[in-house]
């Protein structure tokens, strides 16, 4: 596939390209933050930088408007363009996109949805992003994605076919005779437009340390939904040419455009040895990952505490006030003697100091001496079951149903 990436302004460079001559354009430019973007990488030998202030709003949407006049004019009638943006300018930049493209165009908000871990603003989290899907034409090339079903969608609703009745509700189809219509295979339920994709792990060998870096696998869905290999992608503001890389492993020519000298340099490198990391979250799906033991949590109903996933030895983390020591929690499993117990928790927290380390014991029936043995570090705490057997061994009560 021929890949090219040019240094200079795209509202100059995409000039010399011929109308209806691109199918996609992918549009990801400063997002009007009013700040400088700056990140080093991990190997601390080069910072990326670019700037994002503007005089005024006013200068900004000037900006995007030439621009965006020429992106449609080089747009093949069956092209689609994706707008990249966030809140700071997203209601403006709708309204610049109707007027250019026309509002009958409009065919999708899609919201980018991802999880992140810090909030220092006094308002929600921020956790996504938003991308404008506008078409040329309505004659537009439309290539549908599919999600996996839902894990409550029985195999009737998978395997037989739909169809409106008189009154337009949705039913089983059936033939002549009642019986009801298989469908076949079905591929899976036609994607939506909120996308739950990962942000690049930072230690991602896909990730290049150049600021607003976005994952392939995002760019890969845009480019499939409406391009088919050996099609025509372009990217005005291409950046590190995340774009380029995904529409390379695609199979489709792409041109990439950046002001900035040091992420051309970086776009060609990328796409002189290609590379996509692969997220074994979009794999797997987030439910995977749950894997808390939740007869152990039960142990713990009523105390503020967060579970803890993919961990051995905690099961939990007690909320305690900003500024405190953190409780790490463990609760001691059928079976399980309270000295592997305690060593789990233990090793577990070692790497987590300060913090107090609690044992939660369900076995009240322990070897004697044995207390003497466990890591010093480790407070034991009787469960309420644990407790309730040995007040009722007090009482000579010593068999129970359990």
């Not at 463990?330 to 305690?342: N, T, Y």
Request: with cysteine.
């Amino acid at each position: 596939m021929a890949s090219e990436v040019r240094h200079g302004d795209c509202w100059n460079e995409v000039d010399e390209l011929a109308a209806h001559s691109v199918d996609l354009i992918y549009v990801d430019p400063p997002f009007f933050t009013q700040k400088t973007h700056s990140l080093v990488t991990r190997d601390r030998a080069t910072t990326f930088q670019f700037s994002d202030e503007w005089k005024s709003r006013g200068q900004y949407i000037d900006f995007l408007q030439v621009r965006l006049k020429e992106f449609h004019r080089v747009l093949k009638k069956t092209g689609s363009l994706f707008f990249h943006c966030d809140t700071n300018a997203s209601h403006h930049i709708r309204s610049l996109l109707d007027e250019i493209f026309g509002e009958a165009m409009f065919r999708s908000e899609i919201i980018w949805h991802y999880r992140r871990w810090s909030n220092s603003q006094r308002s929600p989290l921020p956790s996504h992003q938003t991308i404008f899907f506008y078409s040329k034409t309505d004659n537009y090339q439309y290539h549908q994605l599919f999600d996996d079903y839902s894990p409550s969608t029985n195999v009737d609703q998978i395997l037989q076919r739909r169809q409106r009745d008189a009154h337009g509700k949705s039913v089983y189809a059936r033939d002549g005779e009642g019986n009801v219509i298989s469908d076949g295979h079905k591929k899976g339920v036609p994607i939506g437009d909120v996308w739950d994709i990962p942000l690049l792990n930072p230690k991602a060998k896909e990730r290049v340390g150049y600021p607003t870096q976005k994952p392939i696998l995002l760019l890969e869905r845009i480019i499939s939904l409406v391009t088919l290999p050996g099609d025509f992608v372009l990217d005005p503001f291409c950046g590190s040419g995340t774009t380029l890389v995904a529409a390379e492993l695609l199979g489709r020519n792409s041109l990439g455009i950046d002001v900035a000298s040091e992420a051309v340099q970086l776009a060609k490198q990328r796409l002189a040895e290609p590379f996509k990391t692969s997220s074994e979250l979009m794999r797997k799906g987030r439910e995977s990952y749950i894997q808390s033991d939740e007869d152990a949590l039960a142990f713990l109903h009523g105390a503020p505490l967060v579970p803890v996933q993919r961990n051995r030895g905690i099961d939990a983390i007690l909320k305690t006030a900003p500024g405190e020591p953190s409780v790490l929690i463990r609760v001691q499993r059928r079976g399980e003697s309270l000295a592997d117990a305690a060593e789990l928790l233990h090793s577990a927290g070692q790497s987590k100091q300060p913090a107090t380390l609690v044992l939660i014991v369900t076995d009240s029936q322990q070897p004697a001496g044995l207390f003497n043995m466990l890591p010093l570090d480790v407070l034991l705490v009787n469960s309420t079951a644990s407790e309730l057997i040995e007040r009722l061994a007090d009482r000579g009560i010593g068999k129970l149903n359990l």
